[in-house]
């Protein structure tokens, strides 16, 4: 059975910082373009960043861009989502997902495995 699994959230202040992982079971990540998303209540689904197979390029959201980081541990089959400077408004639960579509793009298209989400919540 493929399944991703999250871990890693929890309640942080402003400014903290937290480490969110995804570890498969089932499938080797490193075949995998992997992406973190995030939906917030009463928001679409938007993809934060995403690391492409092999980790030859990764995508970061404008929002995010300088904060978070995606890196990957093929030895673990695990992918890590650092995310620094935290702010209220990164509050969401948080998704991995994996997907081998690659090309022109690759970040835009759809991804097949999705884990159940971890709650990351940032407060005052």
């Known amino acids: 059975q493929l399944q991703l699994v999250e871990s890693g959230g929890g309640l942080v202040q402003p400014g903290g910082s937290l480490r969110l992982s995804c570890v498969a079971s089932?499938?080797?990540?490193?075949?995998?373009?992997i992406g973190w998303f995030r939906q917030a209540p009463g928001k679409e689904r938007e993809l934060v960043g995403a690391?492409?197979?092999?980790?030859?390029?990764?995508y970061y959201a404008d929002s995010v861009k300088g904060r978070f980081t995606i890196s990957r541990d093929n030895a673990k089959n695990m992918v890590y989502l650092q995310m620094n400077s935290l702010k209220p408004e990164d509050t969401a639960v948080y998704y991995c997902?994996?997907?081998?579509?690659?090309?022109?793009?690759?970040?835009?298209?759809?991804?097949?495995?999705w884990g159940q989400g971890t709650q990351v919540t940032v407060f005052s």
């Open positions: 690391v492409s197979r092999g980790a030859i390029t990764t």
């Open positions: 997902a994996a997907q081998g579509n690659p090309g022109f793009n690759w970040y835009r298209k759809p991804f097949d495995y």
């Open positions: 089932g499938f080797t990540l490193d075949y995998y373009a």
